[in-house]
């Protein structure tokens, strides 16, 4: 059993910067891939970026450049740099390991 903790999201006007965080739970976490995922109203859930157990990363065109994915093996974290924030980009994002998702943290963005 594996449990995911995100923290970090909250309202920001365009332009702005928020740092998302999973805490994840278990020792899985240093082992398997992480990803976070997005879901805007009306929409289908995204794939935003993802780390490899390697450190590897990959991201969605639309958030090339401005979003970074990081990890934290020793605090069992993942993290998601956002920067220059767009009211597009709002939404719930959820962290995900294996099958297990978090519960979700709500990001908006709106002047």
């Known amino acids: 059993q594996v449990q995911l903790v995100e923290s970090g999201g909250g309202s920001v006007q365009p332009g702005g910067s928020l740092r998302l965080s999973c805490a994840a739970s278990?020792?899985?976490?240093?082992?398997?891939?992480m990803g976070w995922y997005r879901q805007a109203p009306g929409k289908q859930r995204e794939l935003v970026a993802a780390?490899?157990?390697?450190?590897?990363?990959n991201y969605a065109d639309s958030v090339k450049g401005r979003f970074t994915i990081s990890k934290d093996n020793a605090k069992n974290t993942v993290y998601l740099q956002m920067n220059s924030l767009k009211p597009e980009d709002t939404a719930v994002y959820y962290c995900?390991?294996?099958?297990?998702w978090g519960q979700g943290t709500q990001v908006t963005v709106s002047s």
């Open positions: 995900k390991l294996l099958i297990w």
């Open positions: 780390i490899t157990s390697a450190g590897s990363t």
């Open positions: 278990g020792r899985m976490f240093s082992i398997y891939d």
